[in-house]
């Protein structure tokens, strides 16, 4: 039996301490109220069926896409109302991910969880930012950084007396447009007690590989997901959409929708065993 993490409490979830497998889970990006509504109604119903604990995650700002045609979502405000409309519909703590100062304190009233991107998980203004709303932060770890260094990004956060801090493991740069999962990583990380976050998504990404944006290759998200979860994950990060192929962010590291409950079973039964249960 691997020995629990810390606890934190998200909505009225528990992430960590040995609370089962929490799933994070949303389409990349705010595409539409229709497409976040459908597609939370959908997690809704596989996530009751197999009484996962589940946070809704959605980007209203995609701040650090490949290029500046790039789609990036609807904007703060808009983005922010969707993300309540989400939570009030199905009952489900929201998160997105915050890129200043400023989107800290407007998303602190609305968000149960406030992410901050792997890109910006050294940004000093915006981690303080961040623990100052009060609420849990998740914090990725950065492409760039070694996982013993997380320590230094979570303990910012918590210099504002907030210690609900986790950490999340999205692999490594192994050159140019490719990325690698050190699974040692996750002992690491969760050897300092932190709640352990781990994206199966963004993990098989491929940086800026298609020129105009990344690319990805969704095929290994369940090896990757099934490792994590037997190294014992508090917490697994998926993003997911109806039709990954036209996604308007991050398709060819996105998982489909309807192919969710199956990998999810295999999950939960891997997590028990981990944690012993």
Not at 4 to 25: S, Y
Not at 99 to 113: I, K, N, Q, T
Request: proline share 6%.
């Amino acid at each position: 039996m691997i020995a629990p993490t810390r606890a934190m409490t998200v909505g009225p979830h528990t992430l960590g301490g040995g609370a089962p497998l929490v799933l994070i889970a949303g389409p990349c990006v705010i595409e539409s109220e229709e497409l976040a509504l459908h597609t939370a109604e959908y997690l809704k119903g596989v996530t009751s069926r197999l009484h996962v604990p589940w946070i809704f995650k959605s980007s209203f700002d995609k701040a650090n896409r490949s290029s500046i045609d790039a789609f990036r979502g609807p904007g703060i405000d808009l983005g922010l109302r969707i993300l309540e409309k989400v939570r009030r519909a199905f009952d489900v703590p929201v998160t997105s991910d915050i890129h200043s100062v400023e989107h800290a304190r407007a998303c602190g009233p609305v968000l149960d969880l406030i992410q901050v991107p792997a890109f910006l998980c050294r940004q000093t203004d915006i981690l303080v930012a961040a623990g100052s709303t009060g609420k849990p932060v998740n914090v990725k770890k950065g492409q760039f950084v070694a996982p013993d260094d997380m320590v230094m990004a979570a303990r910012k956060i918590e210099s504002t007396g907030n210690h609900s801090v986790a950490i999340t493991e999205r692999g490594a740069f192994f050159g140019y447009h490719n990325l690698v999962v050190d699974f040692r990583s996750l002992a690491i990380i969760r050897g300092h007690g932190y709640p352990l976050v781990f994206d199966a998504t963004h993990s098989v990404q491929l940086p800026a590989a298609q020129g105009q944006c990344s690319g990805g290759d969704r095929a290994f998200i369940p090896i990757l997901a099934r490792a994590a979860v037997a190294a014992g994950i508090d917490a697994l990060f998926m993003e997911t959409h109806p039709d990954p192929d036209q996604a308007l962010c991050d398709g060819p590291n996105s998982w489909p929708l309807d192919q969710l409950e199956e990998l999810l079973k295999v999950l939960i039964d891997l997590d028990h065993v981990a944690k012993g249960k």
